[in-house]
């Protein structure tokens, strides 16, 4: 498979809506992605597939720091590296904007996105005690320091 990196627009609002509805149990709705792509603290970065967008990842901006809030593989092409290949593009998007480090949380029953971000050098900082609704989970808080 041969994946290209670029920024969401938003015209790819929809097909992003799309990946994120059938991934996520509260989605993100129109307007939080076309805030994020208007403002200047924030960007999208699309995994595309003959122009077909098969991932995506939010960033929030506030260097140099920077927060991972959304990111999501489409079903059918997990598990093949493509969450690597996302991380390892956005990384360098941050690194060239002055981003030095990164925060996330994430549900602690997520096997593979834990798995994601151990690999790509993420470290748990602490937990958020009942931090997601539907169902109700903590959040494992993680810190990457990207090397500049
Ligand atoms: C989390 C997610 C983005 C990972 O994307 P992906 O493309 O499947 O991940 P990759 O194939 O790049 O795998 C990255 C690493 O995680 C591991 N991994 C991926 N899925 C896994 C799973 N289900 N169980 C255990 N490990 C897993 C891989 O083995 C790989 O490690 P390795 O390089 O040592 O082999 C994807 O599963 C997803 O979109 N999930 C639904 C949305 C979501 O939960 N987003 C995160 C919200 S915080």
Not at 47 to 58: C, D, G, K, R, S
């Amino acid at each position: 498979m041969a994946f290209e990196f670029r920024y969401a627009s938003l015209e790819d609002i929809d097909d992003i809506l799309a990946i994120e509805v059938e991934a996520m149990s509260t989605p993100w709705t129109y307007s939080s992605y076309k805030e994020a792509i208007d403002s200047d603290h924030a960007f999208i970065v699309v995994a595309t597939e003959e122009n077909t967008i098969a991932a995506f990842a939010v960033f929030y901006l506030t260097v140099p720091e920077a927060e991972l809030p959304d990111i999501v593989v489409e079903r059918g092409h997990r598990g093949q590296g493509l969450g690597r290949l996302l991380m390892d593009y956005s990384l360098s998007q941050l690194k060239s904007k002055g981003v030095d480090t990164l925060f996330l949380e994430v549900r602690e029953s997520n096997v593979a996105a834990r798995s994601l971000y151990t690999r790509v050098g993420f470290e748990e900082i602490g937990k958020r005690k009942y931090f997601y609704s539907d169902p109700v989970e903590d959040a494992i808080c993680m810190r990457l320091d990207i090397e500049i």
